[in-house]
Nanobody, 124 residues
Framework: VQLQASGGGLVQTGGSTRLSCAAS???????MGWFRQAPGKEREFVAA????????YYSDSVKGRFTISKDNAKNTVHLQMNSLKPEDTAVYYC???????????????????WGQGTQVTVSS
């Protein structure tokens, strides 16, 4: 599976941006998620969506500000990022988790495929 991410860039504090990630195959009972990595920090979970039930998952740090959604027809996942803060600055990665279940969606080790990162910089 190939993943093509797009979006991001430079945003002011309090602003919004949207990331998208298109998968090269139809997504069935799998999950797609977003992780981020800031300089000097480990990669951390941001959000995920299980394709079949449409269940969404968020880290506490983005809950209420970010929204993950899917476009079944385009095999694409979106991450709408609102009320951005400087601490949201990171390289964001989309990822694909085959056969995902709830207990696996937050762990990067459970994701089988990764897209290229896209930079999001939030200026203060």
């Amino acid at each position: 599976v190939q993943l093509q991410a797009s979006g991001g860039g430079l945003v002011q504090t309090g602003g919004s941006t949207r990331l998208s990630c298109a998968a090269s195959k139809r997504v069935y009972n799998d999950a797609m998620g977003w992780f981020r990595q800031a300089p000097g920090k480990e990669r951390e979970f941001v959000a995920a969506i299980r394709w079949g039930p449409g269940t969404t998952y968020y880290s506490d740090s983005v809950k209420g500000r970010f929204t993950i959604s899917k476009d079944n027809a385009k095999n694409t996942v979106h991450l709408q990022m609102n009320s951005l803060k400087p601490e949201d600055t990171a390289v964001y990665y989309c990822a694909y988790n085959r056969g995902a279940i709830t207990s696996t969606v937050r762990s990067p080790n459970m994701y089988n495929y990764w897209g290229q990162g896209t930079q999001v910089t939030v200026s203060s």
